[in-house]
Structures are given as structure tokens and as C-alpha cells.
């Protein structure tokens, strides 16, 4: 099913959502990557403000390239998710609304998942090129000094995305797996 939402994501299209469903994102998120998770990490575990809110945001798994002359940013591809599964469960327990990356997630991000409402989407890989052009703007709002692990703000316009977990916990790499398995 295909579906339009608007970031961030409310409660009730999070809950709304199934695994499979292609979903087209207008609005703002963030990205974050392994180092910025883990300075995210470590602020919270000082007793420090977040430099973004999470509730209902959407955090993107993604280090751009250097935007081409007349484009916000460069290459806007995925990475893989698993790298801040340790940091996840945090997040989410404390509003994240979404993720989007690429590949599989722990038993405990699930849970967290399940636990929060959350949603977990997947880009596809590779085409990072095409992505980038649904990316109307991009702004570095903090840890400036990570280069491109940097947090940003993208504001989104139609942004493709397919739901991997659902709120529910139903995964679709799971599932897709078993509709095409042969015994």
C-alpha cells in the first residue's frame, strides 16, 4: 500500500503503518550517524539537552557527499541501521519517533520498537543519487565537527521509504522471506 505522511510522524501514522508499505515522507528530519549517536549518548548520560527534539522526529542513517553546485546536498544513500542499535533503545524511550536505514535490527531495538509505537523504515541502497533529489534543504544544526556524521536537518519532499518494522514488530525481512521460501 502506498501512504503519505508528514514529518515528524504522529503517533497515530506510526500505529497506522504495516510492514511493506511504501511510504512517501514530506517534512523535516535528521540525520545521525555512529558518531553522532554515540555524542548523543554521552550528552544524555551527562544530563545534557539534546541538541533536537525527538518526539515523533525521524532520525535518517546517512553521511552525505559534498552537495553539487546548485543542490543542498550530495548523495543521500542509507547506511546500515545495526551500527546504533546499542543507542536506539534510548532514543526511542525518549520520543524518536522513526528511523530510516538499511539492513536489520537487533531483538532489542524491536522491543523498543514495539514498546514505543515506533516505525522503522528502510531506503534503498545504492541510490543515494536519486534519494538526494527529494532532499529540498540541508542544514547542520550540531556536532559541526563530524563532518558529514554531523547532525543535519532535511527538509523532504515525497521522500521514498518502505516500512520494515511496524509498530506491531511485524518485519518484513522476515515475512518477505517466508512468502518466497520453498520447502
Known sequence: ??????APISKEDAASLKAGDYVYITG???TARDAAHKRL???LAAGEKLPLDLEGNIIYYMGPSPAREGRPIGSAG???ASRMDKYTPELLDLGLGAMIGKGKRSPAV????VRNGSVYFAAVGGAGA???QRILSSEVI???DLGTEAIRKLEVRDFPVIVVIDSQGNNLYETAILKYRQD
Open 28 to 30: 523535516t528530519i535528521y
Open 142 to 144: 550540531a556536532y559541526d
Open 1 to 6: 500500500m502506498d501512504r503519505h505522511i508528514t
Open 110 to 113: 524491536i522491543d523498543a520498537i
Open 41 to 43: 549518548s554521552e550528552a
Open 130 to 132: 536519486l534519494l538526494s
Open 78 to 80: 542509507p547506511t546500515t
